[in-house]
């Protein structure tokens, strides 16, 4: 298991945008990732007044992200940023509210050097919300220094 300390090592993501709350199985091929939903989200506000419901492209935010924590536990991808190339075969199949927790199992499909794909399948209390297949290339993180210009 991974808290949200351990997954901020591991992705350049910070608030608003870090979607991914807890890592509960993490394996060489399979991860399985939680994000807690709450009416405190700040995209609420706008999606929808009176009918709040989690825009899709976040919960494929979200779910990239899962798979994104799989991918830089590999040795050798390690320091890298995951970076999303393509979205194939996304499906939505009921919306994500306040109060729901998006669970996410990411499998890998394959990886050569540093470009791959992965399956995704965000679920809430069981029942499938949404899936797709990320296609992702890796590249090195800037460090401080070149951020900064140095």
Known sequence: ?????KIME??????PFLLVDRIVEIG????????????NEPFFQGHFPGEPVMPG??????MGQVAAMMITQ???????????????EA????PVRPGD???????MVRVRGRVGKVKAVGRVDGDV?????????????LTAEAEAGE
Do not use: C, W
């Not at 298991?1 to 300390?5: E, K, V």
């Not at 590999?74 to 194939?88: F, H, N």
């Open 28 to 39: 060489e091929q399979k991860i399985v990732g939680v994000k807690n939903v709450t009416i």
């Open 1 to 5: 298991m991974m808290d949200i300390a």
């Open 91 to 94: 499906k939505f199949r009921r």
């Open 10 to 15: 591991f992705l350049p993501h910070r608030y």
């Open 129 to 141: 919300v949404a899936s797709a297949t990320f296609g992702f290339v890796l590249s090195r993180r």
């Open 57 to 62: 492209v976040l919960i494929l935010e979200a």
């Open 101 to 107: 927790q998006l669970v996410t199992t990411a499998e």
């Open 74 to 88: 590999i040795p050798e991808m390690k320091g890298m940023i995951t970076y999303v190339t393509t979205i194939d």
